[in-house]
């Protein structure tokens, strides 16, 4: 008999590795998820209903992602609803089986085993459509969707239904639904000063990823644009390499840098977008009704995601709040001066809309999407 918490945990980690070794693997991610795995009984009954559904469905669809199945907490990626919502709109003709926390990769690399029909969906960044569809990349331009619900509007808008989709579909990939996590944010490193104002960026070295659009706009608006890799960023920061960098806040507490930031600000200027993905081919392959019941899988997340938003942020808030970041949110005029420091209507941006939308014309048909209230709501920060 065990008593106490390490006792609890050694019991929970058995019955994760028994689940495992026994090649339950999803079984031991849904027992742990929903916190079964304490009690042994109840971890063998998931692994039985889980092997019955599996044995009982004519397709398996192996669903990978970059984040491990607790983040939906503060970053709202919904891998487990995604499962349970799939199987269960498509009457349990397929079985789904998550591969969390980048066991099969990460962002390009997830979208190359779909495309190449390696696994049949994945969660990646919307930015990795870009490739196949450059008008994707007008996301990142400042102003244009910052806001959730500008991003919300857009990509479930008729433009993008009916200019960015086709491309993506030409290139093996169906978008099974796009996912919602909040705007990047201005957060700066411990020891730095709060940013409230263009004007507080100066000299400021401002950890940017590969992406030209990003690397302009903290350029425009005063910073000092530093180009270093996502998996060297936490040392960068902690170094004093970089000042600042500008994940969602979700992002910030998933990815372990609560204890290295003082300061977070509400910029609203570029969406941290996601989107699931599926290997077009093998979606097609499947009958008319499972078809349909896989995207009502999908819509159903989607709006579980939309709920989740503000809950998920007010987690990672908390939980960077008693580490003692400070956080800002900025009223309309402090907004404005962004904006009309960085934003999509200077003429700095004119090269970028005609190259990534194809015309002036084009763009302005994009940003009238984005600003065009859809069918859904979502909150912003």
């Known amino acids: ?88 709109a498509t009457n349990g003709k397929i079985y789904v089986k998550l591969a969390p926390g980048g066991q099969l990769g990460a962002g390009g690399a997830l979208v190359q085993k779909v495309q190449g029909g390696t696994i049949q969906a994945a969660q990646h960044s919307l930015s990795n459509f870009a490739p196949f569809a450059s008008t994707v990349d007008l996301i990142n331009m400042p102003y244009l969707c910052g806001s959730n619900q ?8 008729d433009f993008w239904k009916s200019n960015v989709e086709p491309k993506v579909e030409e290139n093996g990939f169906k978008a099974l639904f796009y996912v919602n996590i909040d705007p990047r944010v201005v957060a700066v490193r411990k020891g730095g000063n709060a940013v409230t104002s263009p004007g507080d960026m100066s000299g400021v070295k401002f ?4 992406s030209k659009m990003l690397q302009q706009y903290y350029r425009m608006v005063g910073a000092n644009p530093t180009p270093v890799a996502w998996g060297e960023t936490p040392s960068a920061i902690k170094q004093g390499v970089a000042d600042a960098l500008d994940p969602s806040v979700g992002a910030l507490y998933v990815f372990g840098f609560k204890d290295i930031l003082s300061h977070v600000t509400f910029t609203q200027a570029v969406p941290d977008s996601q989107v ?29 995601n939309l709920s989740k938003v503000p809950s998920a942020r007010a987690y990672a808030m908390s939980e960077l709040a008693k580490a003692g970041v400070q956080f800002h ?23 970028f809309k ?11 048909k994009m940003e009238e999407a984005a600003g065009t209230q859809g069918k859904y709501y979502v909150h912003d920060a």
């Open 1 to 88: 008999m065990t008593n106490g918490k390490d006792g609890l945990k050694s019991v929970e980690r058995r019955n994760f590795l028994k689940l495992a070794s026994t090649g339950s693997f999803t079984a031991a991610l849904v027992a742990g998820a929903g916190g079964m795995l304490w009690s042994s009984e109840a971890a063998a009954q998931t692994a039985k209903e889980e092997k019955e559904r599996e044995r009982a469905a004519d397709h398996i669809m192996t669903v990978a992602t970059a984040y491990v199945l607790g983040a939906s907490r503060s970053y709202p990626i919904m891998q487990l609803d995604l499962k349970e919502n799939i199987q269960n």
């Open 150 to 157: 500008r991003f919300t509007n857009l990509v479930t808008s």
């Open 207 to 210: 950890r940017v990823p590969g």
């Open 276 to 304: 699931y993905s599926c290997n077009l081919e093998w979606f097609n392959s499947l009958p008319s009704d499972v078809q349909d019941g896989v995207m009502w899988g999908a819509e159903m997340t989607g709006h579980q």
């Open 329 to 351: 949110s900025l009223s309309a005029d402090q907004l404005a001066e962004w904006q009309d420091a960085g934003g999509y209507q200077r003429s700095e941006w004119d090269s």
């Open 354 to 364: 005609t190259e990534l939308a194809g015309s002036m014309d084009n763009f302005a």
